[in-house]
């Protein structure tokens, strides 16, 4: 006997996602995620292309509209390439500028009014599996305890401790470039035209996209 069927490690979008999923074909999970609060800094500005399809049929896309406005086409930077499809008559790219703190939020507000327990501030620190069930060890804020699932799923992102813990290899590669990301806000001497290129005092266009500078 376990103490629920499936628990869900990491409340991120997708660990929130598949909480929807098992909770619209009659499972309840558990989730758990490490930290106390839904982590401020934005990762994702924003989501795009077919996704926004598929979240229709999970009557997520009206969530989405409300918090976001209606999606739209986008011009959309590949590496230094600019691909722009606005010219299509229905383009394929269209996203919609949601931060991923509000993804989140909003998320875990669908799941829990689903009736999904999301418990935050609780670490799983240990993984054991016997014929019967999978046994977690977590760290909660009133201290160690132990649940009990038929089934755990990792779902806590790029370093997963899930995924150690179950012995799962990692044979990939992983790049060495180190990736610094800036939420800034822009004087007004600065002009942002319609096609989306800045104009900066002193130093000329700025194409918008991917821009390397001297400096
Ligand atoms: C700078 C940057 C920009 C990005 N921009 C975009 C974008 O514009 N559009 C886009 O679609 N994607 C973007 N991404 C990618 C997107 O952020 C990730 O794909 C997404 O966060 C992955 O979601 P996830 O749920 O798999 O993992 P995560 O978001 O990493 O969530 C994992 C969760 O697991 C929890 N956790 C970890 N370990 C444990 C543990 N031991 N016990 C309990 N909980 C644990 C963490 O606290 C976390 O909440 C960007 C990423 C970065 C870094």
């Known amino acids: 006997m376990t103490d629920t069927d499936v628990i869900i490690v990491g409340a991120g979008p997708a660990g929130l996602t598949l909480a929807t999923e098992l909770r619209l074909v009659g499972v309840k999970p558990l989730v758990l995620d490490r930290l ?11 989501i795009g292309g077919q996704i926004l399809n598929l979240l229709r049929y999970r009557e997520l896309r009206d969530l989405l509209d409300d918090a976001a406005g209606a999606p739209v086409t986008a011009k959309l930077p590949f590496g230094g390439i600019h691909v722009d499809l606005t010219e299509l008559g229905e383009s394929p790219m269209q996203v919609q500028r949601l931060p991923q703190p509000q993804l989140e939020a909003l998320l875990q507000n669908h799941v829990r009014g689903l009736g999904v327990e999301v418990r935050r501030g609780h670490e799983v620190t240990g993984l054991q599996q016997d014929d019967d069930a999978v046994h977690l060890e977590v760290q909660g804020p009133d201290g160690a305890y132990r649940v ?68």
């Open 36 to 46: 106390t609060e839904i982590r401020e800094v934005a990762k994702a500005g924003g």
């Open 148 to 215: 009990s699932a038929q089934y755990v799923v990792g779902c806590d992102g790029v370093r997963s401790r899930v995924r150690e813990l179950a012995g799962v290899a990692f044979p990939g590669i992983t790049y060495p470039e180190i990736h610094r990301l800036a939420t800034v806000s822009m004087p007004p001497e600065i002009t942002v035209r319609d096609d989306g290129d800045y104009d900066i005092p002193g130093y000329g266009r700025l194409a918008w996209g991917y821009s390397q500078t001297p400096g």
